[in-house]
């Protein structure tokens, strides 16, 4: 178990690293515009992408990262999705 909670807490630093960059590159406001609505939206494609990459029976290091990377922007989306429905924002600006 500890080596599992380890883990979590790495993907968790991780995901936050990727997210505090990703807010600088986009600027403020930007999660707030699209709302729960967006989040979903995002997770939906990021599990459609999945899908197709974990299709390969003997996926190369390459492939195995992209999956990692598809996996942190997915906890990353739910979060903010999260985010938003704590400010009761479902639908952004849309």
């Known amino acids: 178990m500890k080596d599992h ?3 979590f807490d790495d993907a968790c ?3 936050r690293a ?9 600027g403020p406001g930007s999660i707030e515009a699209g ?11 990021i599990v459609r992408r999945l899908k197709n990459m974990i299709g390969d029976p003997q996926p190369t290091k390459e492939r195995l ?8 922007d997915a906890h990353n ?4 999705g999260s ?6 924002n479902l639908r952004g600006d849309y």
Request: a negative charge; charged letters at 20%.
């Open 83 to 88: 985010l938003m429905l704590q400010n009761s």
């Open 13 to 15: 630093g991780a995901g």
């Open 77 to 80: 989306y739910a979060n903010i």
């Open 18 to 26: 990727i997210f505090i960059v990703r807010q600088a590159e986009y």
């Open 5 to 7: 909670l380890k883990g």
């Open 65 to 72: 990262l992209r999956i990692e990377d598809a996996l942190t």
């Open 35 to 45: 709302g729960v609505l967006a989040a979903v939206m995002e997770l939906e494609a």
